[in-house]
């Protein structure tokens, strides 16, 4: 497994020039929309992402028949796609994090618990994304997979974008003495306790992921 590793930090060192480019716009959006919460989610949705197309790398030119040769079962190449999609979504977080944090100590509009508290809602996108993103790229192949995931992060922003909106405003409706209120992304979800139960979901998703990567590959010849 440890070969693997080292064969996927060199793929990742192959695609830096986009890593860079990307944390250089998250930086650029930090100060233009001062939202450290927008930096922390972009660096660590192009981390994680980046960490689960090495797998795509794997099947060009045949490369998957070559590594079968190599003293690795199919599974421990499996378990490592996910353990590199989470430790490289992680170091992006961590790397996010420090930087929002340096720019919230300079800001005097931003408290530092609640941005710390917010930001932990994306250590679940560490593991929801190589749950989803894995299995569809070990059955759909590099090309046809890029459409899938394309769509999948669509919607990841869209969901985002949504649960952001309900921070910015409340709305309620008064009828037969009761009140109801939309959501506040950051006083009922993060504060309330509910990322418990983001966790306990985002992990069942990582668990019956993987257990369909194991499947996907074991039923295809290489």
Same mark, same amino acid.
């Given at each position: 497994m440890k070969g693997m590793i080292a064969k996927d930090l060199r793929?990742?060192?192959? $695609?830096?020039?986009?890593? &860079? #480019?990307?944390?250089?716009?998250?930086?650029?959006?930090?100060?233009?929309?001062k939202d450290p919460g927008f930096l922390i989610g972009y660096v660590t949705l192009i981390a994680t992402s980046m960490g689960c197309m090495s797998c795509a790398y794997d099947e060009m030119n045949n490369g998957m028949a070559y590594l079968m040769t190599m003293p690795c079962s199919r599974t421990k190449y499996v378990l490592e796609k996910y353990?590199?999609?989470?430790?490289?979504?992680?170091?992006?977080w961590v790397l996010s994090m420090a930087v929002a944090s340096i720019y919230a100590v300079n800001s005097k509009e931003i408290v530092l618990t609640e941005m710390y508290? $917010?930001?932990?809602?994306? &250590? #679940?996108?560490i593991f929801i994304i190589p749950g989803l993103m894995i299995p569809v790229v070990l059955q759909f192949g590099?090309?046809?997979?890029?459409?899938?995931?394309?769509?999948?992060?669509?919607?990841?922003?869209?969901a985002g974008s949504l649960m952001a909106l309900t921070n910015v405003?409340?709305?309620a409706v008064s009828g037969d003495g009761?009140?109801?209120?939309?959501?506040?992304y950051h006083t009922t979800i993060?504060?309330?306790?509910?990322?418990?139960?983001?966790?306990?979901?985002?992990?069942?998703?990582?668990?019956?992921s993987a257990i369909a990567s194991l499947i996907i590959i074991n039923k295809k010849e290489y």
């Open positions: 793929i990742l060192a192959e $695609g830096k020039s986009l890593a &860079i #480019l990307g944390t250089i716009c998250g930086i650029v959006c930090l100060f233009t929309m353990i590199f999609a989470v430790v490289i979504g992680l170091i992006g508290s $917010g930001s932990l809602v994306f &250590i #679940l996108l590099h090309a046809r997979s890029r459409i899938i995931i394309y769509v999948l992060i669509g919607i990841m922003f869209a405003a409340s709305i009761y009140n109801i209120n939309v959501l506040d993060v504060k309330s306790g509910m990322i418990l139960g983001g966790i306990i979901i985002s992990v069942v998703i990582y668990a019956v």
